[in-house]
Nanobody, 118 residues
Framework: QVQLVESGGGLVQPGGSLRLSCAAS????????MGWYRQAPGKQRELVAT???????NYADFVKGRFTISRDNAKKTVYLQMNSLKPEDTAVYSC????????????WGQGTQVTVSE
């Protein structure tokens, strides 16, 4: 069992930056692939970025060059550094943990609101 708690969301002006954190507790953090997803009002949830247990990363095209995902296994935390934010980045950002062997072991945090506006 893994519990995930996101933090770091808020209101930021276009062009600004935020860093989201997702703290995990429970089972061994290093055996989970981690991801950030987002859902804007009236839209489907979409993948933002993922990072494997070994540190390999993958990004959605719309955030490449602006967002960076990283993880600290000792702190059981995954981060999403978001730069050059745009109004269309406004969404609830949620953290996901998926076991690297048994994908049925899949956990979500409660989400954190990011609003990009003047």
């Amino acid at each position: 069992q893994v519990q995930l708690v996101e933090s770091g969301g808020g209101l930021v002006q276009p062009g600004g930056s935020l860093r989201l954190s997702c703290a995990a507790s429970g089972s061994r953090f290093s055996i989970y692939a981690m991801g950030w997803y987002r859902q804007a009002p009236g839209k489907q949830r979409e993948l933002v970025a993922t990072i494997t247990s070994g540190g390999s990363t993958n990004y959605a095209d719309f955030v490449k060059g602006r967002f960076t995902i990283s993880r600290d296994n000792a702190k059981k935390t995954v981060y999403l550094q978001m730069n050059s934010l745009k109004p269309e980045d406004t969404a609830v950002y949620s953290c996901n943990a998926r076991h690297i062997v048994d994908s049925r072991l899949d956990y979500w945090g409660q989400g954190t609101q990011v609003t990009v506006s003047e």
